[in-house]
């Protein structure tokens, strides 16, 4: 069974409209992150919750905004997506930040219209 | 820069035989190592870890080796099988500083297996 879950596998939204992106993971780990994967690229991560303590990472664009309201649940929200934020973005897990492997879930694929 | 890269960016070899990812790290301070592998439309998935207090751990057919004199990080997997066809990125991680626990990844080797 899946342990880090994102919702919706695909998105499409259209340039400049709001748009969020749901993860959910029945780990009960600590820290949760989000990736933003281009193709033939490796993930970018974008930032972390270590519990409800954010943490962005320095070039992160201001577009990209996260919420976590509980240990499951951890949102991304792209405020006015451009088309150079079609991507997948990926959710990540762990137990903590030190010596610890991130479990992703299988990301959801945005696309800019 | 990225201080986590691999040599080969596309590796093809026959069903059956031994396959060799290579990864080159560039931070001597980082202390634990990782190997995912990512299937077409999947996020990564795990596959072995290694601390760099060991030069090397072996799982169900995949076996990690981590050089610190050269930094060099590789991936074995024995007798490949069609299944392993992906993409795989070494991850480092560096436990100190403002981005304590960070995962830093090279840049991915395709992996082709022919039948």
């Known amino acids: 069974d899946a342990m880090v879950i994102q919702n919706p596998r695909y998105q499409v939204t259209q340039f400049g409209k709001p748009v969020t992106l749901s993860c959910s993971q029945t780990?009960?780990?600590?820290?949760m992150y989000w990736y933003q994967q281009k193709s033939s690229q490796a993930p970018k991560l974008l930032f972390h919750?270590?519990?409800?303590?954010?943490?962005n990472e320095a070039d992160t664009p201001d577009n990209f905004q996260s919420r976590r309201p509980n240990t499951s649940f951890c949102f991304l929200d792209i405020r006015s997506p451009g088309l150079g934020d079609a991507a997948m973005y990926l959710c990540?897990?762990?137990?903590?930040?030190?010596?610890?492997?991130?479990?992703f879930g299988d990301g959801t694929r945005l696309s800019i219209l | 820069g990225e201080s986590v890269g691999l040599h080969l960016p596309t590796l093809s070899v026959q069903e059956g035989d031994n396959s060799i990812i290579n990864c080159a790290y560039s931070?001597?301070?980082?202390?634990?190592f990782i190997w995912y592998k990512q299937e077409s439309g999947k996020g990564p998935q795990f596959i072995i870890d290694?601390?760099?207090?060991?030069d090397k751990r072996q799982g169900q057919r995949v076996t990690v080796l981590l050089n610190k004199t050269v930094k060099h990080l590789s991936l074995q997997i024995a007798a490949t099988q069609p299944g392993d066809s992906a993409v795989y990125f070494c991850?480092?991680?560096?436990?100190?500083?403002?981005?304590?626990?960070?995962?830093?990844f090279g840049k991915g080797t395709k992996l082709s297996v022919k039948p």
């Open positions: 990540a897990t762990s137990r903590d930040l030190v010596s610890q492997p991130q479990h």
């Open positions: 780990l009960n780990h600590n820290v």
């Open positions: 919750y270590y519990d409800k303590d954010f943490n």
């Open positions: 931070n001597s301070a980082s202390d634990y």
């Open positions: 290694i601390r760099s207090n060991m």
């Open positions: 991850a480092e991680t560096q436990n100190y500083g403002g981005s304590q626990g960070n995962l830093i």
